[in-house]
C-alpha cells in the first residue's frame, strides 16, 4: 500500500512562506488524487488542498485559498505545497494522503509565531 511522507516545515513568521513536499513510497498515476491536511493542537484534522498527483485540477479549503499553490517536480517525484502570507492560525502538523486513506504517513510540523 502506497505511503505519503510530508516534509519541509519549519518555524516562520506571520507573513512568511514554506514549501511543502510530499513524497510517495512508490511510483503512482499521475491522475491519482492526493490531499494536503492539517492537525492543530487539540483540533481535528482538516483538508487544506487537493490535486492529481501531476499538480493539475487543484482544489483549495477557503481558509487557504490565494495563499497556497500546488505544483509537481517531476525531476524528484515529489508534489508540494507552496504556502504564502502564513498566519498563526496555520500552526498545524501537514500530511498529505490520498483522500480516505488510513494509512497516515509522517507529517510536517508548520509553525507561524513571531
Known amino acids: 500500500q502506497v505511503q505519503f511522507v510530508a516534509s519541509g516545515g519549519g518555524l516562520v513568521q506571520p507573513g512568511g512562506s514554506l514549501r511543502l513536499s510530499c513524497a510517495a513510497s512508490r511510483i503512482i498515476e499521475s491522475s491519482l488524487v492526493i490531499a494536503w491536511y492539517r492537525q492543530a493542537p487539540g483540533r481535528a484534522r482538516e483538508f487544506v488542498a487537493s490535486?492529481?498527483?501531476?499538480?493539475?485540477?487543484?482544489n483549495f479549503a477557503n481558509s487557504v485559498k490565494g495563499r497556497v499553490t500546488i505544483y509537481r517536480d517531476i525531476a524528484k517525484k515529489t508534489l508540494h505545497l507552496e504556502m504564502s502570507s502564513l498566519k498563526p492560525e496555520d500552526t498545524a502538523v501537514y500530511y498529505c494522503?490520498?483522500?480516505?486513506?488510513?494509512?497516515w504517513g509522517q507529517g510536517t510540523q508548520v509553525t507561524v509565531s513571531s
Open positions: 494522503n490520498r483522500p480516505g486513506s488510513t494509512n
Open positions: 490535486s492529481w498527483w501531476s499538480g493539475i485540477y487543484t
